[in-house]
């Protein structure tokens, strides 16, 4: 299903869910669209195809998206970004698609959603820059955040509580990969575990690599979390993460790159971007946590994106 000659002439307002799921659709449509890129950027093209027809052929025709069955688990981190993007692009076409075979006219069809099912459990003490992060997106995306009482139970009970909140919810989506702690043999469509309360976990990034992530956040132009610019590669607790070491900058290193940057591509050729430009948008980090990540240890780290290790992917976590 394409609904766009040129997925980049587009510039549907993002004021709306419409508006946003439109944008991230073009996205996505304009990264598949890449040609005689890197061998990075055809992955990645392989495994956004993958989770959109498990989203569009599997998961949306199970549960209806847009009626309160489905909710989006998220945590402000770089992979449930990167799954909002794609999920809010296959929600947009699965509506066109329901449009498009609907025997009203167009005046009459009205996207069906004003915001998006989410759930955030806020388990450990966060780092503030990452609360502002989910703050800002709960705004870009039009999510419907619930946002548990802070550290006041387990992650099981978090859910539980949710689910009594929000009878409607039988299936929630995961931003986890194969490659986080326990997720070798995991499925895209499983129950929880016996221990959890009783819903489907949807887990359509399974396969991604840290590679395919940074390369579509990068290239998706949308602002990222400012601690992956200070060399953050996963964000847990504030008081258990640090910049990755991997990254750690050499004596001299400030200004020459040591390591390679995957992603320059993606960086100068961002959706949206009107000329080459090699900055990437990111979030303000908080003076606390300026403090915090300094306090420790006051060397320079690149980039949490020049990390495409994923057995390294989480060195910065105790
Ligand atoms: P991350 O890589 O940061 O998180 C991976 C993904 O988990 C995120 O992209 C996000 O979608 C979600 N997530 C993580 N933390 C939060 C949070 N605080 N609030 C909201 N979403 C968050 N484990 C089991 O052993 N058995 C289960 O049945 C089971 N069911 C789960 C159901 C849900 C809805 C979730 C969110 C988790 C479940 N887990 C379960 C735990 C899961 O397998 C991961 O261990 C957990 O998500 C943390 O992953 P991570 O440390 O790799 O963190």
């Avoid at 998961?59 to 998220?74: A, E, H, L």
């Avoid at 840290?210 to 964000?235: H, K, M, P, R």
């Amino acid at each position: 299903m394409i609904f766009l000659q040129s997925a980049k002439k587009s510039h549907p307002s993002t004021m709306s869910l419409e508006g946003v799921a439109e944008h991230c659709y073009n996205i996505t449509q304009s990264y598949l669209d890449l040609a005689n890129q890197t061998s990075i950027v055809d992955e990645t093209k392989e495994a956004i195809k993958l989770t959109r027809d498990y989203l569009l052929k599997d998961i949306f025709k199970r549960w209806d998206p847009f009626s309160g069955q489905i909710s989006f688990s998220y945590n402000g981190g770089k992979d449930c970004q990167v799954l909002l993007i794609v999920y809010l692009s296959c929600l947009w076409e699965f509506f066109k698609e329901s449009i498009r075979i609907s025997q009203f006219s167009l005046k009459f069809q009205k996207f069906p959603l004003e915001y998006l099912p989410t759930v955030y459990i806020d388990q450990a003490e966060t780092f503030q820059t990452l609360e502002d992060f989910i703050e800002l997106t709960k705004n870009r995306y039009f999510l419907s955040l619930y946002e548990s009482p802070r550290n006041q139970t387990s992650m099981p009970q978090a859910f539980r509580n949710y689910l009594d909140l929000n009878e409607n919810t039988e299936a929630i989506v995961i931003g986890i990969r194969h490659t986080d702690p326990y997720g070798e043999k995991l499925k895209c469509i499983e129950r929880t575990d016996s221990n959890w309360p009783d819903f489907i976990r949807l887990q359509p990034l399974l396969h991604w690599k840290l590679a395919n992530v940074w390369s579509l956040l990068l290239y998706s132009g949308e602002e990222l979390c400012g601690l992956y610019e200070y060399g953050f590669t996963s964000i847990g607790g504030v008081n258990t993460t640090r910049p990755n070491p991997f990254l750690k900058k050499g004596p001299g290193e400030d200004n020459g790159e040591a390591i390679t940057n995957h992603f320059s591509w993606e960086i100068s050729n961002a959706y949206g971007k009107a000329q080459e430009d090699s900055s990437v948008p990111v979030t303000r980090v908080s003076d606390a946590d300026l403090d915090i990540i300094q306090k420790t240890d006051d060397s320079a780290y690149y980039p949490g994106w020049f990390l495409i290790e994923d057995s390294k992917e989480r060195a910065g976590r105790s």
